[in-house]
């Protein structure tokens, strides 16, 4: 069966062009400090504002151009690419977690369990997100921590529900009742005959989900609430160009990190449909922003 | 059909009380007094004083004392004062919020009008180089920070072509006096040509910029949903008795796959409500996002509460709305039970 699924994923093309992006960023992220062409918290005050490469009066030695301070635009998105997409990742692998193990306990324990964690689910839902997220960090304090915290409050609840209604589906199939007939205990029909059915569905919302993440991440940054200065995430470095845009000297600056998340979100939407196509094709449109 | 209404309604009680508590733990849970954070602004003052203001905001009362005095007030439309402007946090935001809706009504059209002639192009041309461009595009707009998108239309439209203001909600001289908050509807009302096309300019690249995920997600939903309901019998039916394309698709096929398009449209109105503090920081637009911004940026929780308190309720409501609207629309639902 996962025979299957390889060939239908590797036979849409799309999903190919996802996957090769998001490697790339990654590469890009995990190699990050050997492979930066400038130390990217280092400024230059005679270098500000040069224009990109193939701009009028860039250089190559620079080409993306550098910002307010100096530094290198190319170096800095690059660092950048590491606080992002890590902070998407953790947040999305985090709420999978906790998102398998409630809906798994809450579909199959049922009773006031279930009441309890479906009731705490509709209550955030009932926030929308960035507010939520907001409101969080306004208590927290910034940093890369409280914002896993503040970000991973809600998240989990998709994969929750998700899981939920397919153990509800399974609860009754004929391997389950063989199971509980056997003498097996509620955690081991839960881990052991369960949680293997609920994998391919977790892991195509956990995928559809870091895009997400990694745009309430720049928003949250872009507003001022998320990673300080002069920690660098995509999100600070468009809101360091911010100011630069409107005078035309520096457009670069807050341009090249949106599509740099631009990219790295489609690769990862790209990536995440094709898998859903390939392992589960019955999972409706995960990918609403809320 | 009714029971099912009165069970929607019955659910959505205590969704709204869970928000009132979560709103209610996230400031008491908030490290530093607020009381200190008021009096500090004044200057120095005793602790004697502080004691006295506590006991009078009732900041000494037991937990669950203090939550059902805030249920009180939030009944009585009471949600406090703000430290920073030193005004009612309702009036604040009763003030703010016709900017808010303006714009996130504006968005939604505009979103609607570009995302279902395309859906219904995309999947009538199926597997058509349209096809593959609206799909194409409707992917890259999921993908774009509506932010940045804003940013790059201020790049293109006000900074270099010169032909859009790049802030605010409208501009100076042109008469325009505001009566309802929503100036569009005041520029209407008034039949001031000037201010129509004016604050028209305003509001263009903020909804286009907040409207491109909707947009994108709508244009989705009406393809699938259309080429779900093109292979009924019944739109066979229509073409087998001989009726033109077009009115097939009009009359039989779209007004079915309208349908869950119709319902997604509250959750996606909540969802630009949720996504516009961004987008009216960039465009300095003065509404409840700007508003939250500015009351996270200067600590101060009282507003910070009420703002969330709004928009959680307001979400609330929209998404009541969706599933009374789906039920309204599609007798299948509530016979059973509800929604899938």
Excluded at chain 1, 77 to 98: A, K, N, P, Y
Excluded at chain 1, 201 to 206: E, K, N
Excluded at chain 2, 252 to 260: C, D, E, I, Q, S
């Amino acid at each position: 069966m996962r025979g299957r699924a390889w060939r239908a994923f590797r036979r849409n093309r799309l999903a190919l062009a996802g996957a090769g992006l998001v490697c790339a960023f990654s590469l890009l992220a995990l190699l990050a400090p050997w492979i930066v062409p400038h130390d990217p918290s280092r400024g230059d005050l005679a270098l500000r504002l040069r224009p990109p490469a193939l701009a009028a009066g860039g250089e190559w030695r620079h080409a993306l151009g550098t910002d307010n301070l100096g530094r290198d635009l190319l170096s800095r998105i690059i660092d950048g690419s590491r606080v992002s997409i890590s902070l998407g990742l953790v947040v999305v692998v985090l709420c999978t977690l906790v998102g398998v193990t409630l809906g798994l306990v809450s579909g199959y324990v049922g009773s006031w369990v279930d009441t309890v964690i479906q009731r705490t689910v509709d209550v955030l839902l009932a926030f929308p997100y960035l507010i939520l997220a907001i409101a969080l960090m306004a208590l927290f304090g910034p940093g890369f921590t409280n914002m896993v915290i503040a970000l991973a409050f809600k998240e989990w609840t998709t994969t929750c529900r998700i899981v939920r209604s397919e153990v509800l589906a399974l609860k009754g199939a004929a391997f389950v009742e063989a199971a509980r007939a056997s003498g097996a205990r509620p955690t081991r029909i839960l881990f052991r005959h369960l949680l293997p059915n609920v994998i391919p569905s977790a892991i195509v919302v956990a995928t559809l989900r870091v895009g997400w993440v990694v745009l309430m991440e720049a928003a949250l940054s872009f507003l001022g609430l998320g990673i300080q200065p002069p920690q660098a995430s995509w999100g600070t470095i468009i809101a360091d160009g911010r100011q630069y845009l409107y005078s035309a000297r520096g457009w670069w600056i807050s341009t090249f990190p949106g599509i740099a998340i631009f990219l790295f979100v489609l690769g990862m939407n790209l990536f995440g449909e094709g898998l859903r196509d390939a392992l589960d094709p019955r999972l409706a449109e995960v990918s609403l922003p809320e | 059909m009714s029971g099912y209404v009165l069970r929607r309604l019955g659910q959505a009680i205590p969704v709204l009380l869970g928000v009132t508590f979560v709103v209610f733990l996230l400031m008491y849970l908030t490290p530093g007094d607020p009381v200190e954070l008021f009096m500090g602004q004044a200057g120095i003052v005793s602790q004697e004083e502080i004691e006295r203001v506590r006991r009078e905001f009732g900041l000494d009362r037991p937990f669950v004392e203090q939550y059902g005095r805030f249920l009180g007030g939030i009944v009585r439309g009471d949600l406090g004062q703000s430290i920073i402007y030193r005004r009612p946090v309702a009036v604040l935001i009763g003030e703010r919020l016709p900017a808010t809706v303006e714009l996130t009504l504006f968005a939604s059209l505009i979103a609607l009008l570009v995302a279902v002639p395309a859906g219904v192009v995309a999947a009538v041309r199926r597997n058509t180089w349209l096809d593959a461009l609206g799909t194409t595009v409707s992917l890259l707009g999921v993908s774009l920070p509506g932010f940045w998108l804003g940013l790059v239309l201020i790049l293109v439209f006000s900074v270099t072509l010169k032909v859009l203001p790049v802030a605010g909600r409208a501009a100076y001289g042109t008469g325009l006096e505001r009566q309802t908050g929503f100036l569009l509807l005041d520029a209407m009302l008034q039949g001031n040509g000037p201010a129509i096309v004016d604050v028209l300019r305003h509001l263009v690249m903020p909804a286009l910029a907040l409207s491109a995920g909707m947009m994108a997600m709508t244009m989705r939903l009406t393809r699938s949903s259309l080429l779900e309901t093109i292979h009924q019998d019944y739109v066979r039916t229509a073409r087998a008795k001989g009726m033109p394309q077009r009115r097939v698709i009009v009359r039989h096929a779209l007004r079915n796959a309208l349908l869950p398009v119709v319902t997604a449209i509250a959750l996606n109105v909540g969802a630009l409500l949720g996504g516009n503090m961004v987008v009216e920081t960039v465009f300095s637009w003065p509404g409840l996002g700007r508003l939250v911004v500015e009351a996270v940026e200067s600590r101060d929780y009282p507003l910070i509460r009420g703002c969330v308190l709004v928009y959680a309720v307001t979400y609330v409501f929209l998404n009541l709305i969706a599933d009374l609207s789906y039920a309204l629309l599609d007798p299948r639902v509530g016979v059973g039970g509800g929604r899938k």
